[in-house]
C-alpha cells in the first residue's frame, strides 16, 4: 500500500532519534551541522557552521563533500525547515552507513522560535 509523505516521516521518525533545541544549542561547535533545506532557505539564514546538502541529492552528495569526508562516524545534527526533510534524510544516512546521525526536533523553525543563534551564509 503506498504512503503519504506524512506517513513517511512518521514511519520515519520511528527509526531515527530526534533531539531538542537545548540540546541541539550545547552541540554546536562540536558537531556537524547538516542543513537539508533547499539553497534559497538555507541562504536565508542558517544555524552556525552549517553546510547545505539539499535532501533531494544528499546520497548522491555527501560522501564528495569535503566537510563529510572519512568522517561516516561522527556525530551529524541534521535539520530542515520542520523536521520532515530533516527524519527522512537521517533514515536515509543510517541506510548509507553514517553512524550518528539526529534529526532537529521541530526544524529551523522551531530553533528560531526558541532562540537559536541564526548566521546568513558567506
Not at 2 to 28: C, F, G, N, P, R
Not at 97 to 102: D, R
Request: charged share 15%; hydrophobic share 45%; glycine share 12%.
Amino acid at each position: 500500500m503506498a504512503m503519504t509523505a506524512m506517513e513517511m516521516v512518521a514511519a520515519a521518525k520511528q527509526q531515527i532519534q530526534e533531539v531538542d533545541i537545548s540540546t541541539a544549542k550545547t552541540w554546536l561547535g562540536q558537531t556537524l551541522v547538516l542543513d537539508v533545506r533547499e539553497p534559497a532557505e538555507y541562504a536565508a539564514g542558517c544555524l552556525p557552521g552549517a553546510v547545505n546538502i539539499p535532501r533531494g541529492v544528499l546520497e548522491f552528495k555527501i560522501e564528495a563533500h569535503p566537510a563529510f569526508q572519512g568522517k561516516q562516524g561522527a556525530d551529524i545534527l541534521v535539520y530542515c525547515q520542520s523536521g520532515g526533510r530533516s527524519a527522512l534524510a537521517v533514515e536515509t544516512l543510517q541506510k548509507l552507513g553514517w553512524g550518528k546521525p539526529v534529526s532537529l526536533a521541530g526544524g529551523f523553525n522551531a530553533w528560531q522560535q526558541n532562540g537559536g543563534p541564526v548566521v546568513t551564509p558567506a
